[in-house]
T-cell receptor, first 116, second 113 residues
Framework: DGGITQSPKYLFRKEGQNVTLSCEQNLNHDAMYWYRQDPGQGLRLIYYSQIVNDFQKGDIAEGYSVSREKKESFPLTVTSAQKNPTAFYLC???????????????FGAGSRLTVL | AQSVAQPEDQVNVAEGNPLTVKCTYSVSGNPYLFWYVQYPNRGLQFLLKYITGDNLVKGSYGFEAEFNKSQTSFHLKKPSALVSDSALYFCAVRGPDFNKFYFGSGTKLNVKP
């Protein structure tokens, strides 16, 4: 079945450590996204990528970094510069590059990061 | 600027009664509107979308949504609620950059037996 796989599902980090969250999709989608979810705040866009080797900052990119070396993969690194990293992180993808109704987000199951 | 507002943090409804979850939006150009549902510790699942055409859109699990351009609203509805509909619901709009989606803060729906 086609879909998005995020790993790990749960991750604990000590302060000062960088961590990388994995996101892989087999939907042949061009666009991929990372959102952060906090209670009562909905989803906030961290980074998105419309094509391989290209990505743009979202609304809360500070303290995060991404790469898009392959179409299928869009890993997110939460760096020690992120002051409040404890959150639920969601990866998503879409067909991208088309302004049509087909451009709908498909989400992974999420990764919950807790800083100890 | 593009934005979505969900004015109710929580909606409570009895099983079998109709439900409405409210959403208003602000967007440049034509709105592309979406509803998603999230169960605990899971990703979001797509319910329905409005792109153009009929103002009443039908989606998954018996849900529908009514687009109202003059009121800039896109309320989610279901004629008869089920306990299993209890979840967190998000409204979203796609902006002029057709790869950017903006989400509301979410509404928790509680359906009681």
């Amino acid at each position: 079945d086609g879909g998005i796989t995020q790993s790990p599902k749960y991750l604990f980090r000590k302060e000062g450590q960088n961590v990388t969250l994995s996101c892989e999709q087999n939907l042949n989608h061009d666009a991929m996204y990372w959102y952060r979810q906090d209670p009562g705040q909905g989803l906030r866009l961290i980074y998105y990528s419309q094509i391989v080797n290209d990505f743009q900052k979202g609304d809360i990119a500070e303290g995060y970094s991404v790469s898009r070396e392959k179409k299928e993969s869009f890993p997110l690194t939460v760096t020690s510069a992120q002051k409040n990293p404890t959150a639920f992180y969601l990866c998503a993808s879409s067909i991208g590059r088309v302004a049509s109704g087909a451009n709908v987000l498909t989400f992974g199951a999420g990764s919950r990061l807790t800083v100890l | 600027a593009q934005s979505v507002a969900q004015p109710e943090d929580q909606v409570n409804v009895a099983e079998g009664n109709p439900l409405t979850v409210k959403c208003t939006y602000s967007v440049s150009g034509n709105p592309y509107l979406f509803w998603y549902v999230q169960y605990p510790n899971r990703g979001l699942q797509f319910l329905l979308k409005y792109i153009t055409g009929d103002n009443l859109v039908k989606g998954s699990y018996g849900f529908e949504a009514e687009f109202n351009k003059s009121q800039t609203s896109f309320h989610l509805k279901k004629p008869s609620a089920l306990v299993s509909d209890s979840a967190l619901y998000f409204c979203a709009v796609r902006g002029p950059d057709f790869n950017k989606f903006y989400f509301g803060s979410g509404t928790k729906l509680n359906v009681k037996p």
